[in-house]
């Protein structure tokens, strides 16, 4: 990869950083945590980098979930697991399952 196809963002209060990029095997966006070796191999290859980002240690203000308050269930259980590990293989499930969500 060349360095144009990097961005990092360093950390506030850190010398650490966040950099990323898009994956040239499967197109997908990467985010990987730098602590400061490689925020120092980065800067010295010639990466740019973006806004300072707050550490994500760093206690603030809860951002609101975007789907809403969402209804109290019960834990996941291994019950749980196994009954849905039969309903995945029932074929008649997965059709039904299926058409609903056309």
């Known amino acids: 990869m060349r360095a144009e196809q ?4 360093l950390l506030e209060d850190s010398p650490d950083g966040v950099y990323s990029f898009v994956c040239p095997a499967c197109r997908e966006d990467v985010e990987k945590r730098a602590d400061q070796r490689i925020v120092s191999l980065l800067i010295s290859a010639g990466v740019a ?3 300072r980002r707050p550490h994500p ?7 609101p979930d975007p789907r ?3 209804p ?6 291994w019950d749980d697991l196994i009954e849905l590990h039969f309903l995945l293989e029932d074929d008649r499930f997965l059709e039904e399952l299926l058409s609903g969500l056309a």
Do not use: M, Q, R
């Open 6 to 9: 990097v961005l990092l963002h």
């Open 49 to 51: 980098t973006g806004d």
């Open 57 to 63: 240690n760093a206690i603030g203000p809860a951002e």
């Open 68 to 70: 809403g308050s969402l």
């Open 72 to 77: 109290e269930a019960p834990p996941f259980t």
